[in-house]
C-alpha cells in the first residue's frame, strides 16, 4: 500500500518538492533556489531550465530522503507560481525565450492600450480579473510579437503554459498539455462563468487557441510521469495554483474562510462556495478549484511584495546575511518609530492595482536606525494584507473572524501579532506550514483514494499558534491611516 504523496511546489525564488504521509505531516522535503533575471526595471524573468532542472533535482533528492520506493508514492500533485509564463516549440520540448514571471510590469503598456479601446469590462466581467501585467495573457502577446511566433502558433507549433504545464509536459515526455481552472483563471483568456477559453478574450489579445493547453479538474488524472525521469511512471493526478492550492491545503472548505499566504509576495483568498462574486473594491474573482466538474471560487487579494522585500534589506541594502536575521534586527526596536515602508517595487496589486507606483520609505529622523526599518519593511506584509482585507470586509459584508497563514514570514511570531493587532481578528497557524504543496498533494490524493474525502483533509488540520488583537481601536486606525498617506505618495511614481 502507497505510503505518500509527491508534492512538487514550483515557486517564484525555489523549487522545492514534499513527500506527505496519510497524516498530512511531511515526511521528506527538499529545496532549491534558482536564480532572478533583472532585464530592466521592474521586469523579472525566469529560465525554464533551470526551473525544470531543480523541481526534477529536489524530486529525486525527496524520493531518496524519504527513502521511499517508487510503489510508495500513490500520485504526484504539482502547484506552481500562478501568471508566470512559458513559450516552447511543439517538437523540441525547448523554451523559446525565458519565463516572463508574474511580478513583471514590461506589459504595462499593452494594458493601457487594451484600456484606451474600452476593453476592461469585457475582460473584467468574464476573467474576474483587472487589465494588468501582473496576468499571463499579455506576456504571451508580448512574446509572440517579439519573436515574431504568431503564425506558428496558429498552427500549434508553439505552446504556451503556466508552470504547471511546462512542469506537466516535461513530467510526461511531451505526452500532455494541460491545466486546471485555477491556473487558467489567472490568465485573462479563460471565461470563470462558461469554464472555457474564451475566443473574445482571445481576439484582443492575438492569442491563438491552438497553442493553449487543455483545462481540466484540479483533482484527476492528468497522466504519468515518463519512467526515466522518477524511476517508474507515476499518475500525475492534482494541479492548482498556489495559492489556491493553499487555500486547500488550509481547508478553507466553506463560505467566508480566509487565508493569507506570506511569500514572495502576499496572497488572501476567500472561499465563495459556487458564487463568482463580483468585487466592486479591488480584489479579483478567481477559480478555486474544479473537482467532479464543480467549481468553487474565491475572492483574492494579491499583494505583489511581501517577504521579496525582506530579501530586498539582504540584497540590495545588506542590511541582513539571511533573510531570518530580519526578526533580530526588527526585535532591536519596540516599533518602527513612524517609518513606513511601501514595498512597490514592481507597482501595487490589490486594491489599488497602480503599475507605476514604486517602492517608498518615509518617516525617517535622525533617530532612525537600521532596526526601525527593518521593522518598517516587516510591519508591511501586514498593512498589506489589511488593505485586502478591508477590501472583502466591504465586498462580502463579513466581518473578519479569523485568518488561517501560511508561508515562511508566517513563523514569525512577531509579525503575526502584529498583524493580529491590525485586524482586530484572530490569526491561526497550522503545524503544517507547507500548506501550497499539501494542497497539491491533497488534489492529487483524492483523486487517487489516497484520502476518501474533504473530511479526511479537515480533521488533518491542527493549529499551532493562535494571536488575538491587543490593540485598542484607535491606536489601530491611527497606523492604519498612516500607512494609507504613505500609500498614496507611492502612486504613480514611474508613470511615463
Same mark, same amino acid.
Given at each position: 500500500m502507497a505510503r505518500f504523496?509527491?508534492?512538487?511546489?514550483?515557486?517564484?525564488?525555489?523549487?522545492? /518538492?514534499?513527500?506527505?504521509?496519510?497524516?498530512?505531516?511531511?515526511?521528506?522535503?527538499?529545496?532549491?533556489? $534558482?536564480?532572478?533575471? $533583472?532585464? /530592466?526595471?521592474?521586469?523579472?524573468?525566469?529560465?525554464?531550465?533551470?526551473?525544470?532542472?531543480?523541481?526534477?533535482?529536489?524530486?529525486?533528492?525527496?524520493?531518496? !530522503?524519504?527513502?521511499?520506493?517508487?510503489?510508495?508514492?500513490?500520485?504526484?500533485?504539482?502547484?506552481?507560481?500562478?501568471?508566470?509564463?512559458?513559450?516552447?516549440?511543439?517538437?523540441?520540448?525547448?523554451?523559446?525565450?525565458?519565463?516572463?514571471?508574474?511580478?513583471?510590469?514590461?506589459?504595462?503598456?499593452?494594458?493601457?492600450q487594451m484600456k484606451r479601446k474600452g476593453l476592461e469590462d469585457l475582460y473584467r466581467s468574464r476573467t474576474g480579473l483587472v487589465l494588468d501585467p501582473y496576468f499571463s495573457g499579455t506576456k504571451i502577446k508580448y512574446l509572440l510579437h517579439k519573436h515574431k511566433l504568431r503564425a506558428r502558433a496558429e498552427k500549434g507549433e508553439i505552446l504556451a503554459g503556466t508552470i504547471d504545464t511546462f512542469l506537466l509536459w516535461r513530467l510526461t515526455g511531451g505526452e500532455v498539455h494541460a491545466t486546471d481552472p485555477s491556473n487558467a483563471s489567472r490568465t485573462l483568456l479563460y471565461n470563470i462563468h462558461s469554464g472555457d477559453w474564451d475566443e473574445?478574450?482571445?481576439?484582443?489579445?492575438?492569442?491563438?487557441?491552438?497553442?493553449?493547453?487543455?483545462?481540466?479538474?484540479?483533482?484527476?488524472?492528468?497522466g504519468h510521469s515518463d519512467k526515466k525521469l522518477l524511476g517508474a511512471s507515476l499518475p500525475i493526478a492534482g494541479i492548482a495554483g498556489d495559492q489556491q492550492a493553499a487555500t486547500f491545503? !488550509?481547508?478553507?472548505?466553506?463560505?467566508?474562510?480566509?487565508?493569507?499566504?506570506?511569500?514572495?509576495?502576499?496572497?488572501?483568498?476567500?472561499?465563495?462556495?459556487?458564487?463568482?462574486?463580483?468585487?466592486?473594491?479591488?480584489?479579483?474573482?478567481?477559480?478555486?478549484?474544479?473537482?467532479?466538474?464543480?467549481?468553487?471560487?474565491?475572492?483574492?487579494?494579491?499583494?505583489?511584495?511581501?517577504?521579496?522585500?525582506?530579501?530586498?534589506?539582504?540584497?540590495?541594502?545588506?542590511?541582513i546575511k539571511r533573510s531570518t536575521d530580519v526578526e533580530k534586527l526588527?526585535?532591536?526596536?519596540?516599533?518602527?518609530?513612524?517609518? $513606513?515602508?511601501?514595498?512597490?517595487?514592481?507597482?501595487?496589486?490589490?486594491?489599488?492595482?497602480?503599475? $507605476?507606483?514604486?517602492?517608498?520609505l518615509i518617516?525617517?529622523?535622525?533617530?532612525t536606525t537600521a532596526g526601525h526599518v527593518a521593522r518598517a519593511t516587516v510591519d508591511s506584509m501586514a498593512y498589506q494584507t489589511a488593505d485586502v482585507v478591508r477590501a472583502m470586509q466591504a465586498d462580502s459584508g463579513l466581518p473578519l473572524r479569523e485568518l488561517r497563514v501560511d508561508g515562511g514570514a508566517a513563523l514569525n511570531d512577531a509579525l503575526m501579532q502584529f498583524q493580529a493587532d491590525l485586524l482586530g481578528a484572530k490569526v491561526k497557524r497550522p503545524v503544517v506550514n507547507e500548506t501550497t504543496a499539501l494542497g497539491a498533494a491533497y488534489l492529487a490524493g483524492l483523486a487517487v483514494g489516497f484520502w476518501k474525502?474533504?473530511?479526511?483533509?479537515?480533521?488533518?488540520?491542527?493549529?499551532?499558534?493562535?494571536?488575538?488583537?491587543?490593540?485598542?481601536k484607535?491606536?489601530?486606525?491611527?497606523?492604519?491611516?498612516?500607512?494609507?498617506?504613505a500609500v498614496e505618495r507611492s502612486k504613480g511614481w514611474a508613470a511615463p
Amino acid at each position: 500500500m502507497a505510503r505518500f504523496v509527491l508534492a512538487l511546489d514550483q515557486g517564484t525564488t525555489s523549487s522545492r /518538492s514534499i513527500l506527505f504521509r496519510r497524516s498530512g505531516r511531511v515526511a521528506a522535503s527538499s529545496q532549491k533556489e $534558482y536564480p532572478q533575471i $533583472y532585464p /530592466s526595471p521592474g521586469h523579472v524573468e525566469h529560465d525554464p531550465e533551470a526551473i525544470w532542472k531543480t523541481q526534477l533535482q529536489t524530486a529525486r533528492a525527496v524520493i531518496r !530522503q524519504g527513502k521511499a520506493k517508487t510503489t510508495d508514492i500513490a500520485a504526484i500533485g504539482i502547484t506552481n507560481q500562478r501568471e508566470t509564463v512559458v513559450l516552447w516549440d511543439k517538437n523540441t520540448g525547448k523554451p523559446v525565450d525565458n519565463a516572463i514571471v508574474w511580478q513583471s510590469r514590461i506589459t504595462a503598456p499593452i494594458c493601457e492600450q487594451m484600456k484606451r479601446k474600452g476593453l476592461e469590462d469585457l475582460y473584467r466581467s468574464r476573467t474576474g480579473l483587472v487589465l494588468d501585467p501582473y496576468f499571463s495573457g499579455t506576456k504571451i502577446k508580448y512574446l509572440l510579437h517579439k519573436h515574431k511566433l504568431r503564425a506558428r502558433a496558429e498552427k500549434g507549433e508553439i505552446l504556451a503554459g503556466t508552470i504547471d504545464t511546462f512542469l506537466l509536459w516535461r513530467l510526461t515526455g511531451g505526452e500532455v498539455h494541460a491545466t486546471d481552472p485555477s491556473n487558467a483563471s489567472r490568465t485573462l483568456l479563460y471565461n470563470i462563468h462558461s469554464g472555457d477559453w474564451d475566443e473574445e478574450l482571445l481576439g484582443p489579445l492575438g492569442v491563438p487557441r491552438a497553442m493553449l493547453p487543455e483545462v481540466r479538474d484540479s483533482s484527476g488524472l492528468f497522466g504519468h510521469s515518463d519512467k526515466k525521469l522518477l524511476g517508474a511512471s507515476l499518475p500525475i493526478a492534482g494541479i492548482a495554483g498556489d495559492q489556491q492550492a493553499a487555500t486547500f491545503g !488550509q481547508g478553507c472548505f466553506k463560505p467566508g474562510m480566509v487565508k493569507n499566504t506570506y511569500g514572495t509576495g502576499c496572497f488572501l483568498l476567500m472561499n465563495t462556495g459556487n458564487e463568482a462574486v463580483r468585487s466592486d473594491n479591488g480584489l479579483l474573482t478567481t477559480v478555486g478549484w474544479r473537482i467532479d466538474g464543480k467549481t468553487t471560487y474565491c475572492l483574492e487579494g494579491s499583494v505583489f511584495v511581501g517577504g521579496a522585500a525582506v530579501q530586498w534589506l539582504r540584497d540590495g541594502l545588506g542590511l541582513i546575511k539571511r533573510s531570518t536575521d530580519v526578526e533580530k534586527l526588527a526585535a532591536k526596536v519596540d516599533d518602527s518609530g513612524g517609518v $513606513y515602508m511601501v514595498p512597490a517595487f514592481v507597482g501595487l496589486g490589490t486594491p489599488h492595482w497602480d503599475p $507605476y507606483a514604486r517602492g517608498l520609505l518615509i518617516g525617517i529622523e535622525r533617530g532612525t536606525t537600521a532596526g526601525h526599518v527593518a521593522r518598517a519593511t516587516v510591519d508591511s506584509m501586514a498593512y498589506q494584507t489589511a488593505d485586502v482585507v478591508r477590501a472583502m470586509q466591504a465586498d462580502s459584508g463579513l466581518p473578519l473572524r479569523e485568518l488561517r497563514v501560511d508561508g515562511g514570514a508566517a513563523l514569525n511570531d512577531a509579525l503575526m501579532q502584529f498583524q493580529a493587532d491590525l485586524l482586530g481578528a484572530k490569526v491561526k497557524r497550522p503545524v503544517v506550514n507547507e500548506t501550497t504543496a499539501l494542497g497539491a498533494a491533497y488534489l492529487a490524493g483524492l483523486a487517487v483514494g489516497f484520502w476518501k474525502d474533504d473530511r479526511d483533509v479537515t480533521e488533518n488540520w491542527a493549529q499551532d499558534a493562535e494571536w488575538k488583537s491587543t490593540l485598542r481601536k484607535p491606536a489601530r486606525e491611527k497606523l492604519l491611516a498612516g500607512w494609507d498617506r504613505a500609500v498614496e505618495r507611492s502612486k504613480g511614481w514611474a508613470a511615463p
